[in-house]
């Protein structure tokens, strides 16, 4: 079974709060907190917890969280970076002594300390009005009382089935027996539902202190794991500084490193100087810039996207427009580059989203992630949680600024954006999807910007992907046989997949400030479950 793309959906709108999530039940546990009186953040971490539930295989407390968050009255606009680090134990030789050539997929070895939690409480405790206790509420009645599973949800579970039986915590927590829930099915967590109801008790401390934490280190050494006590009582979230770039007048904001934010900024640098529009939405011609200006963006990202306390990322000289010239200069209109390396700027020194708005202007954009669907396959017994497998990011090349270290962060892909107008929010937006994600925070962005498109068409449009090896892309239907077939004579390997609404194409969500009046419009991605949905 495959699933069909449904039919347009029209954009949301509200004088109110908003949320735009990827599961219609998450989302209306974000607006329940907005009509409690709840502020955005309150309502993303409630909308968070709530998708740890009803996606258990895209994200939860096992997993990490990247966020940007706009306070309205005061102006600011503050980045959060609760990204997990890798064991102390952890490092490249310990890793080869356990015969690894190159970083695992799946398993324990993937898994780097779960920043989820700690990201909703520095959250809550640094911008938001409610307790722990009051956002998980909608989260803990769900995983207790059980939900419907819904028709993408079901066919990804389905997916991933040989990864849950492999560990048997996993399958005893997310299996039926042998098989998977089905559509319509109602799915139950007393697990999950007992984990969140102790942290919502105890906080922070539980998790990364006490009982749960005490849980994943038994968890890890049962499966000859690194994580110790010490790795989880040293993990803090970090306040990090947006990074930006200008595009046709408007300030796209992006997660520094050790998140891939950088691609999209460096894309669309790279792109400004075109006339994209007079190229037609989706042609041969605007298609191959697009995919010659993500491969410069990727090969940057490889080389320069790591943890910053570890090494040197010229973030300044990378996003100058004079840097951004060099690399466009390269693009041939005829043909790919088949040879792509990283630039050398010079030097000075230095997967759910979700966003929600309330009633004051306060803006929140997120993403919390597991990773690949249900991380590392690994399930810390009684618990419900799922730990990622973000440590699978890691490189074991002895010079790459990537790899494994003790304490050091990994290349992440999750990116929550924003963009400003005038020094005003315009859009706050996020497409989930791995390294698709700044693939299609461009192509929406240039939807908007460049094509006019209302929030939910430019949601709609199809989009390409570039596959990061050799020249390989991929196109959903409705980018028609003529244009693959212009692309492939300048050398592009176009192609279609078997299940083109599948994972690979991504889902986003998007919250507009109408520059005028400052109404909410809204669009959710008809690739997911989700819906946008206001307050008033």
């Known amino acids: 079974m495959k699933y069909t793309f449904p039919s347009r959906r029209t954009a949301v709108t509200s004088t109110g709060g908003m949320v735009a999530s990827s599961q219609y039940l998450a989302t209306q546990a974000g607006v329940s907190i907005l009509q409690q009186g709840g502020n955005a953040v309150d309502a993303a971490v409630a909308t968070a917890a709530a998708l740890n539930v009803v996606e258990p295989m895209m994200t939860g407390l096992g997993g990490d969280l990247f966020a ?101 915590a996993a399958a005893r927590t997310y299996l039926l027996g042998e098989r998977t829930p089905e559509t319509g099915e109602i799915f139950v967590q007393p697990d999950l539902a007992s984990t969140m109801k102790k942290l919502a008790r105890g906080g922070r401390d539980v998790f990364y202190r006490g009982e749960i934490a005490e849980a994943i280190v038994t968890c890890s050494q049962k499966l000859g794991g690194m994580i110790a006590m010490e790795d989880l009582r040293g993990h803090t979230s970090t306040w990090v500084t947006p990074i930006s770039t200008s595009y046709r007048g408007y300030e796209v904001y992006e997660c520094p490193p050790n998140g891939q934010g950088l691609v999209t900024l460096l894309a669309l640098n790279i792109l400004e100087s075109y006339d994209l529009k007079s190229m037609g939405h989706n042609s041969a011609e605007y298609l191959h810039l697009l995919l010659e200006a993500m491969k410069l963006a990727f090969a940057d ?119 400003f107008k005038d020094g005003r929010l315009f859009l706050t937006f996020g497409v989930m999807g791995g390294f698709m994600q700044p693939q299609g925070q461009l192509q929406v962005l240039l939807n908007i910007i460049d094509f006019s498109m209302d929030v939910q068409t430019a949601l709609d449009a199809p989009r390409c992907r570039y596959i990061q090896a050799g020249n390989e892309c991929v196109f959903e239907p409705g980018i028609v046989d003529e244009v693959l077939q212009a692309l492939a004579e300048k050398g592009h390997r176009a192609g279609r997949l078997d299940d083109p609404y599948g994972q690979q194409f991504g889902g986003g969500q998007i919250i507009m400030v109408h520059p005028d009046n400052e109404a909410l419009i809204a669009g959710s991605d008809p690739r997911k479950d989700g819906c946008a949905m206001g307050t008033w």
Request: glycine share 8%; aromatic share 6%; proline share 5%.
């Open 68 to 168: 940007l968050v706009y306070l309205h009255k005061s102006g600011e606009l503050k980045a959060l970076n609760a990204s997990g680090r890798a064991p102390y134990a952890a490092s490249l030789e310990k890793m080869r002594s356990l015969g690894f050539q190159a970083m695992p997929l799946t398993g324990i070895h993937t898994v780097t300390i779960p920043g989820t939690l700690d990201g909703w409480c520095t959250l809550l405790e640094s911008c938001g009005t409610m307790k722990l206790e009051q956002v998980l509420s909608p989260a803990i009645a769900l995983a207790e009382k059980g939900y419907p599973v819904t028709e993408i949800t079901a066919l990804r579970w389905q997916e991933f089935q040989s990864k849950l039986e492999a560990n048997v």
């Open 301 to 419: 990202a490889d080389r320069y996207v790591a943890d910053p306390d570890f090494v040197s990322i010229p973030l300044n000289q990378l996003l100058d427009k004079k840097y951004a010239e060099g690399r466009r200069s390269m693009i041939q209109g005829d043909r790919v580059l088949q040879e792509v390396t990283a630039g050398i700027p010079d030097r000075e020194g230095d997967t759910v989203y979700l966003t929600a708005t309330d009633r004051d202007g306060n803006s929140i954009s997120l993403i919390n992630s597991l990773y690949n669907g249900f991380g590392s396959g690994v399930v810390v017994e009684g618990t419900g949680i799922c730990l990622q497998n973000r440590g699978a990011l890691f490189s074991l090349e002895k010079d790459h600024p990537n790899c494994i270290a003790p304490h050091k962060r990994p290349y992440h892909t999750i990116i929550p954006a924003m963009a």
